[in-house]
Every structure is written in structure tokens, then in C-alpha cells.
């Protein structure tokens, strides 16, 4: 099945930097790559999203890249804030099943 | 929007009892739902896939006979944790997609906290 790693584990940026989250996915067959922003005892919400016939797309302060050869997307988010702090997770789909598979988890800390 | 419903948000029950989570979607028609399991700082695992109308498949790992789900209809889900016991205790969490399929309409639940005491 599919198998997705993400990293860093935890992320402390000063308010205004850029953050950068990263994951790897290992179905060839995956072609929806979702991004989620969990605050605690929260459900997850979705943020961004990318198919895999896109190679980037950019939503104000959130981009996301995708790279099928290396089997791998990115999360970007510029400009940071306090409100950004939460937990992040990526996740890959297959084909039709739709099932979505998580990645760890990033938490992101935001320094004011 | 796709509005999923989650319900209990919080439950406590005793060790050996059973506990039904229901999920609904309230504003379209789910064929898939899927549930989710989320300890403490951890991530979301995949628990099992539940088809309206049909048996649920299980990600490898999970217990079938322990975690019955029913999806009886295209609005509602049910997960039932059988004889609760501590370890079970976690953060539950349904999903639910659209009937009208696509990569659109996938909607999480609230969640709901379990713990077994």
C-alpha cells in the first residue's frame, strides 16, 4: 500500500519567515495530494490541494509543489503568522479508492 | 458546503462496554466513508472503508469483530467499539465523500474522544 513520510516532525519559525514542509509518497499510482491544517481537538481542514497533472499551485500565502518523478510535494506557506501555528498533514490518494493516506504530521510553531 | 456530523464529541465508558459513533453527512449523499483513528501527536490511520450498502474494508491491523461498522444508508455511518478497553481510548474521526464522486467533497467529522476507563 501506499507509504507517506513527512517532515520535518516539528517546525519553529519566526512570525514573517517562510515555512517549508516536506513529503514523500511511494504509490506511482497517487494523483490527489491534499493538505490539512489540524488545530487541537480539531477536525482536520483541507488548505490546498494539488492532482498530478499540476505541478505547483498557489493559494495567497500557501503554494504547494508536486514533483511525480521524485515522488514528492511540498507545502509552502510565506508570510507566517501566529494563526498559522498547528499541526499540518499531507496525504496521497489512489486512483479511484479515494482512501487517503496521512503523512506524520508537521507542528508548526509560530513566533510572534 | 459538505457538512459531515460526528456524534458523540466526547464519550467515557467503563472497560468491557461498547460504544456507537455515528457520522452523517447532512447536506449530500455519501457513498464512501471512511474512519480514522488519532492518538495523542500522532497522525491519522486509516481504519476502514465503509460502503453504503456493503461490508466495510478493513485496513490490515484493525480488528474487524472488535470494530463493527454499518453504513446503512447514503447520510450515515456508524463505527460500534466492542468491548472497550483502554488502549481503545483515542480521538476518532470520520470522512465522507460524495456521491457525485471526484476528488471533491471529502469532509471530516468533528471527531469524537474516547476514553475507556
Known amino acids: 500500500g501506499e507509504n507517506v513520510e513527512q517532515h520535518p516532525s516539528t517546525l519553529s519559525v519566526q512570525e514573517g519567515d517562510s515555512a517549508v514542509i516536506k513529503c514523500t509518497y511511494s504509490?506511482?499510482?497517487?494523483?490527489?495530494f491534499p493538505w490539512y491544517k489540524q488545530e487541537l481537538g480539531k477536525r482536520p481542514q483541507l488548505i490546498i490541494d494539488i492532482r498530478s497533472n499540476v505541478g505547483e499551485k498557489k493559494d495567497q500565502r500557501i503554494a504547494v509543489t508536486l514533483n511525480k518523478t521524485a515522488k514528492h510535494f511540498s507545502l509552502h506557506i510565506t508570510e507566517t503568522q501566529p494563526e498559522d501555528s498547528a499541526v499540518y498533514f499531507c496525504?496521497?490518494?489512489?486512483?479511484?479508492?479515494?482512501?487517503?493516506?496521512f503523512g506524520t504530521g508537521t507542528s508548526l510553531t509560530v513566533i510572534p | 458546503g459538505a457538512v459531515v456530523s460526528q456524534h458523540p464529541s466526547r464519550v467515557i465508558c467503563k472497560s468491557g462496554t461498547s460504544v456507537k459513533i455515528e457520522c452523517r453527512s447532512l447536506d449530500f449523499q455519501a457513498t464512501t466513508m471512511f474512519w480514522y483513528r488519532q492518538f495523542p501527536k500522532q497522525s491519522l490511520m486509516l481504519m476502514a472503508t465503509s460502503n453504503e450498502g456493503s461490508k466495510a474494508t478493513y485496513e490490515q491491523g484493525v480488528e474487524k469483530d472488535k470494530f463493527l461498522i454499518n453504513h446503512a444508508s447514503l447520510t450515515l455511518s456508524t463505527l460500534t467499539v466492542t468491548s472497550a478497553h483502554p488502549e481503545d481510548s483515542s480521538f476518532y474521526i470520520c470522512?465522507?465523500?460524495?456521491?457525485?464522486?471526484?476528488?471533491?467533497?471529502?469532509?471530516f467529522g468533528s471527531g469524537t474522544r474516547l476514553t475507556v476507563v
Open positions: 504509490d506511482s499510482a497517487s494523483n490527489y
Open positions: 496525504a496521497a490518494s489512489i486512483g479511484t479508492g479515494n482512501q487517503f493516506y
Open positions: 470522512s465522507a465523500r460524495a456521491a457525485t464522486g471526484g476528488f471533491y467533497g471529502y469532509t
